[in-house]
């Protein structure tokens, strides 16, 4: 009875990681595959200036994405920070796991890796096929 108690607690402690890894890579999904960073700077004042130059660049035909303007024309290590998947994810994934249980940092870091990378491949083909 007691070894069957422990083994549903246990159950029960992988089966939220798993949810908390969901919860990261949907974090990293946002993150990284949408305007959501443009959309609430723009509610930051001293942050205008960012949002400004960005569009700026836009304008005179560069084609890149906004973290990726942040990399190369902000170059700092928080930016360095926010703009690479498996830098973010460790923090993310550390907070997620402190809210948890410590014990699955690598279990959360790893799954919601992995969830994330699908979700790109998933949007990609999605893209792929929208184009044809």
Known sequence: MVNELTALKIQNK??????????GAMFLVIW???NVLIEY???VPFLNKIIKDYNKSISLGNNQNFLS???INYNSFFIRLI?????LNFWVSMILS????FVF???IYIISLI?????????EYDRSTDSR
Not at 14 to 23: D, G
């Open 14 to 23: 992988m089966i939220e990681a798993l949810l908390l890894s969901f919860f």
């Open 32 to 34: 990284f595959k949408t």
């Open 41 to 43: 700077f723009k509610f």
């Open 69 to 71: 303007f942040l990399a």
């Open 83 to 87: 703009t690479c998947p498996y830098c």
């Open 98 to 101: 402190f809210l948890h249980n």
């Open 105 to 107: 940092f690598g279990f």
């Open 115 to 123: 969830l994330f990378r699908i979700c790109i491949i998933i949007m």
